[in-house]
């Protein structure tokens, strides 16, 4: 025990990392419980891939293994391993996130103080564990967190293959980002140009040379992005699942449409396949709408123009939707939660409380951190800051511009901007640190200093429209930042050191206070499962959770009703039911784990079933009960119309406590039918 102590004494480093790792698995998996499972698309189909080999490899949404998720394997293929190990609980299928969030922390701080110091890697771990976009995804079923950790992985071994001279890192680097592509397909790749360009400026090789490694580099990327892709594309499609999200069953579809350019521009399926245009936003129950509701409600003083909100006006199911005006924090425009493509999205309203708190002082730093590179003596940490700088810039221009993603997604710039504010911060310390120092070298440090105090100013701007947050963290905010600011004034009295580290300290936590909060709320309230969110709009309204938000078994007392007659008129060997929107059977599969069948898939686009198939189907006796939603957007379509003309009506008052009723799916009106055999 007293080397133990000894050890922390001599590396106070150690403790203040274990510290801070520790508060990012809290933050992560503190009453996740809370959370039920999640998300119901993907907790259905990690139900399914425990059930059999095939539905693991193929990430079969139903255990019938007839339509896959819209997603690669490996993410899914963690939390199901996961499943396996400790039983099917909402916890165990979202532990491999919250373990990666507080590994990649961990991670953050390697990268960065390796080549800035140990203090700019425990601030930049310290503001990456309190984003609020990665405590969402951490504690969330969909697998954006699990991917940073391995990204973070590559640029380890790209930073060490730049530093060493040797190629084996830098494929290893490549082996990595190949592991990523198969969690999140093309997102993975948005860090690769950020990789090509540090290699090829930074490495110590001749060009040619370091031409031939990123080539072969590339190889191995491919190789192992596109080993799991060929396997599905080899596979005879009749006999695995139909590929989710596609027009054709092919997942070179998946990739280059609906996870590939429908990102970028927002169009249906990047002009490819068959399915749907998706220029819009998902709810929680998988229903195509138009939504911003600024995360979830009215600011907590009821001010329709408060943070969070755009101008009045709502989508007709009481979400204000923006006005277009695009401006600051006052709007993002598009009516959408994402706004408008603009160079001041990442400040409007609905994204800027997710992930841009300190990303004015991040751009700021990366433009004032920089010193003259010279080429001729290149070293890694030249390349490191070049990188984060590229990370950034990628980021931020993507996110500015796309035509469609979700504010969870905004966790990819995460890293960048807590490794740019961490150095910038440190640059502020050690830039007045030295009283020997003339007057003009004290330009970099003022500038990153009143560049510091802007970006906070920003952040005060944010807080100060929520009226109960100007009672009590505001005044934390200007009172730490107070503090910090007079004691920078005392150190140029009394120049010692530990006026200035406290001064710099008081700073920080001024700057840390509101997004900490806003890190809190998804703890403090249950987030909408399918598209979370982190701020204060979700402890006004008491969380948005849907079903997917609660243990598993609750929600709708007409959908327990439903399963429960379902189940009990079930045949071994048949579908429990079948319906076109996997929202509709999802949490059916995830209760009971029998065979359910969402032939239309995540957005009832697929073109999984025919009528000829449909047909055999019946004939066979696995289609038995039908589902025929309001929601599917297919009133006319063959499918329906067979189905009604052919199978009978089950009368509501079968499964439903009020005769009125025709059911209910997840709060979908639907009405149930019968092939009789």
Same mark, same amino acid.
């Given at each position: 025990?007293?080397?133990?102590?000894?050890?922390?004494?001599?590396?106070?480093?150690?403790?203040?990392?274990?510290?801070?790792?520790?508060?990012?698995?809290?933050?992560?998996?503190?009453?996740?419980?809370?959370?039920?499972?999640?998300?119901?698309?993907?907790?259905?189909?990690?139900?399914?891939?425990?059930?059999?080999?095939?539905?693991?490899?193929?990430?079969?949404?139903?255990?019938?293994?007839?339509?896959?998720?819209?997603?690669?394997?490996?993410?899914?293929?963690?939390?199901?391993?996961?499943?396996?190990?400790?039983?099917?609980?909402?916890?165990?299928?979202?532990?491999?996130?919250?373990?990666?969030?507080?590994?990649?922390?961990?991670?953050?701080?390697?990268?960065?103080?390796?080549?800035?110091?140990?203090?700019?890697?425990?601030?930049?771990?310290?503001?990456?564990?309190?984003?609020?976009?990665?405590?969402?995804?951490?504690?969330?079923?969909?697998?954006?967190?699990?991917?940073?950790?391995?990204?973070?992985?590559?640029?380890?071994?790209?930073?060490?293959?730049?530093?060493?001279?040797?190629?084996?890192?830098?494929?290893?680097?490549?082996?990595?980002?190949?592991?990523?592509?198969?969690?999140?397909?093309?997102?993975?790749?948005?860090?690769?140009?950020?990789?090509?360009?540090?290699?090829?400026?930074?490495?110590?090789?001749?060009?040619?040379?370091?031409?031939?490694?990123?080539?072969?580099?590339?190889?191995?990327?491919?190789?192992?992005?596109?080993?799991?892709?060929?396997?599905?594309?080899?596979?005879?499609?009749?006999?695995?699942?139909?590929?989710?999200?596609?027009?054709?069953?092919?997942?070179?579809?998946?990739?280059?449409?609906?996870?590939?350019?429908?990102?970028?521009?927002?169009?249906?399926?990047?002009?490819?396949?068959? %399915? =749907?245009?998706?220029?819009? +936003? $998902?709810?929680?129950? #998988?229903?195509?709408?138009?939504? !911003?509701? *600024? /995360? @979830? &409600?009215?600011?907590?003083?009821?001010?329709?123009?408060?943070?969070?909100?755009?101008?009045? %006006? =709502?989508?007709?199911?009481? +979400? $204000?939707?923006?006005? #277009?005006?695009?401006?600051?924090? !006052?709007? *993002? /425009? @598009? &009516?959408?939660?994402?706004?408008?493509?603009?160079?001041?999205?990442?400040?409007?309203?609905?994204?800027?409380?997710?992930?841009?708190?300190?990303?004015?002082?991040?751009?700021?730093?990366?433009?004032?951190?920089?010193?003259?590179?010279?080429?001729?003596?290149?070293?890694?940490?030249?390349?490191?800051?070049?990188?984060?700088?590229?990370?950034?810039?990628?980021?931020?221009?993507?996110?500015?511009?796309?035509?469609?993603?979700?504010?969870?997604?905004?966790?990819?710039?995460?890293?960048?901007?807590?490794?740019?504010?961490?150095?910038?911060?440190?640059?502020?310390?050690?830039?007045?640190?030295?009283?020997?120092?003339?007057?003009?070298?004290?330009?970099?440090?003022?500038?990153?200093?009143?560049?510091?105090?802007?970006?906070?100013?920003?952040?005060?701007?944010?807080?100060?429209?929520?009226?109960?947050?100007?009672?009590?963290?505001?005044?934390?905010?200007?009172?730490?930042?107070?503090?910090?600011?007079?004691?920078?004034?005392?150190?140029?009295?009394?120049?010692?050191?530990?006026?200035?580290?406290?001064?710099?300290?008081?700073?920080?936590?001024?700057?840390?206070?509101?997004?900490?909060?806003?890190?809190?709320?998804?703890?403090?309230?249950?987030?909408?499962?399918?598209?979370?969110?982190?701020?204060?709009?979700?402890?006004?309204?008491?969380?948005?959770?849907?079903?997917?938000?609660?243990?598993?078994?609750?929600?709708?007392?007409?959908?327990?009703?439903?399963?429960?007659?379902?189940?009990?008129?079930?045949?071994?060997?048949?579908?429990?039911?079948?319906?076109?929107?996997?929202?509709?059977?999802?949490?059916?599969?995830?209760?009971?784990?029998?065979?359910?069948?969402?032939?239309?898939?995540?957005?009832?686009?697929?073109?999984?079933?025919?009528?000829?198939?449909?047909?055999?189907?019946?004939?066979?006796?696995?289609?038995?009960?039908?589902?025929?939603?309001?929601?599917?957007?297919?009133?006319?379509?063959?499918?329906?119309?067979?189905?009604?003309?052919?199978?009978?009506?089950?009368?509501?008052?079968?499964?439903?406590?009020?005769?009125?009723?025709?059911?209910?799916?997840?709060?979908?009106?639907?009405?149930?039918?019968?092939?009789?055999?």
């Amino acid at each position: 025990m007293q080397q133990i102590i000894a050890k922390f004494k001599k590396n106070p480093h150690i403790l203040v990392l274990g510290l801070i790792a520790a508060l990012s698995f809290t933050l992560n998996f503190y009453v996740i419980s809370n959370n039920g499972t999640g998300n119901e698309y993907y907790a259905a189909c990690v139900k399914s891939m425990t059930l059999s080999f095939k539905n693991f490899f193929f990430v079969s949404f139903d255990p019938a293994g007839m339509v896959s998720v819209d997603k690669p394997p490996l993410g899914l293929w963690m939390q199901a391993i996961s499943v396996l190990i400790f039983g099917y609980h909402g916890w165990a299928m979202l532990l491999p996130q919250a373990l990666a969030g507080a590994v990649s922390t961990v991670m953050i701080y390697i990268l960065t103080a390796k080549h800035f110091g140990r203090p700019a890697g425990l601030i930049s771990s310290l503001i990456f564990a309190v984003t609020p976009v990665v405590v969402v995804v951490s504690r969330n079923n969909t697998i954006d967190m699990q991917l940073i950790f391995v990204l973070l992985a590559a640029v380890w071994f790209l930073f060490r293959s730049i530093d060493s001279g040797k190629w084996r890192y830098l494929f290893w680097a490549a082996v990595f980002l190949g592991l990523g592509f198969n969690i999140k397909m093309l997102q993975a790749y948005m860090i690769l140009p950020a990789m090509a360009l540090t290699y090829l400026l930074f490495a110590k090789e001749k060009l040619g040379r370091r031409f031939l490694a990123g080539i072969l580099s590339m190889v191995i990327v491919l190789g192992v992005s596109f080993a799991w892709v060929l396997a599905v594309e080899l596979y005879p499609a009749e006999s695995r699942p139909y590929v989710d999200s596609t027009g054709n069953n092919s997942i070179l579809e998946l990739i280059v449409g609906h996870n590939g350019t429908e990102r970028l521009f927002g169009q249906s399926m990047g002009g490819i396949g068959g %399915g =749907t245009a998706r220029s819009f +936003n $998902r709810d929680a129950s #998988g229903t195509a709408s138009q939504r !911003n509701d *600024g /995360g @979830g &409600g009215t600011p907590p003083d009821g001010n329709p123009g408060g943070y969070g909100q755009a101008a009045p %006006g =709502t989508d007709g199911r009481g +979400n $204000r939707q923006d006005d #277009g005006r695009g401006m600051g924090m !006052n709007g *993002g /425009g @598009g &009516g959408s939660e994402i706004g408008s493509a603009s160079p001041l999205r990442l400040w409007t309203s609905n994204l800027y409380g997710q992930g841009s708190w300190f990303l004015l002082f991040a751009i700021c730093s990366m433009l004032l951190c920089v010193k003259k590179w010279n080429f001729r003596n290149k070293n890694v940490r030249q390349g490191a800051f070049g990188f984060w700088s590229l990370w950034l810039i990628t980021m931020a221009v993507f996110f500015s511009f796309a035509g469609f993603y979700h504010r969870y997604y905004l966790c990819m710039m995460a890293p960048a901007i807590a490794v740019l504010s961490g150095i910038g911060i440190t640059a502020i310390y050690s830039g007045f640190k030295n009283r020997e120092e003339k007057k003009a070298e004290y330009l970099r440090p003022a500038l990153l200093l009143s560049a510091f105090l802007g970006n906070l100013t920003v952040q005060a701007v944010c807080v100060l429209r929520y009226s109960q947050l100007k009672a009590w963290l505001l005044p934390v905010m200007l009172g730490a930042a107070g503090v910090g600011i007079l004691l920078f004034a005392v150190y140029f009295v009394k120049r010692k050191r530990v006026i200035l580290a406290v001064s710099t300290a008081a700073l920080v936590l001024s700057a840390l206070a509101a997004p900490f909060y806003w890190a809190l709320t998804p703890i403090i309230s249950v987030p909408n499962a399918t598209m979370p969110y982190a701020g204060p709009e979700l402890v006004k309204s008491g969380g948005q959770g849907n079903r997917t938000g609660m243990p598993s078994g609750g929600g709708s007392s007409q959908t327990s009703m439903l399963e429960t007659y379902l189940v009990k008129n079930y045949k071994q060997g048949s579908f429990l039911v079948t319906s076109q929107r996997s929202s509709s059977v999802a949490q059916f599969i995830i209760d009971t784990g029998l065979p359910c069948y969402a032939y239309g898939g995540f957005l009832g686009s697929d073109n999984s079933l025919t009528i000829d198939k449909l047909k055999t189907l019946v004939a066979q006796g696995k289609i038995t009960y039908f589902l025929l939603s309001s929601q599917n957007g297919s009133g006319s379509s063959e499918i329906e119309t067979y189905v009604k003309e052919n199978a009978v009506l089950v009368d509501s008052s079968e499964y439903s406590s009020k005769t009125s009723d025709v059911g209910q799916m997840g709060g979908q009106n639907g009405a149930l039918y019968l092939f009789q055999s």
